[in-house]
Nanobody, 122 residues
Framework: QVHLVESGGGLVRPGGSLRLSCAAS????????IGWFRQAPEKEREGLSC????????LYDDSVKGRFTISRDNANDTVYLQMNSLEPEDTAVYYC???????????????WGQGTQVTVSS
């Protein structure tokens, strides 16, 4: 079976940091481009970042440029999203997704995880 799993979410104060992880079962993440998305209550799902099959090739939405960093750990076949300077507006369920081609369009991805909750609150 193809299965993606996100982890690392939780509750942080404004200005704090979290690192999210994306892992897979049934296939190798290093054969796919991996995107990070989020969805807040009553809002549409938005694309945040994507890392391609080529090492060092990444995309970022303007809303997270300079604050979030996507990376791969090839030894552990894991993709990370380092999130710094978090604000309440970042509160959402965060998802990772896999597809051959890198984009910030959620409808273009074939495989998804179940999401991990990130809450930024004082």
């Amino acid at each position: 079976q193809v299965h993606l799993v996100e982890s690392g979410g939780g509750l942080v104060r404004p200005g704090g940091s979290l690192r999210l992880s994306c892992a897979a079962s049934g296939f190798a993440l290093n054969k796919y481009s991996i995107g990070w998305f989020r969805q807040a209550p009553e809002k549409e799902r938005e694309g945040l970042s994507c890392i391609s099959l080529s090492v060092g090739s990444t995309l970022y939405d303007d809303s997270v440029k300079g604050r979030f960093t996507i990376s791969r750990d090839n030894a552990n076949d894991t993709v990370y999203l380092q999130m710094n300077s978090l604000e309440p507006e970042d509160t959402a369920v965060y998802y990772c997704a896999a597809e051959k081609w890198c984009s910030l369009q959620h409808w273009g991805f074939s495989y998804w995880g179940q999401g991990t909750q990130v809450t930024v609150s004082s």
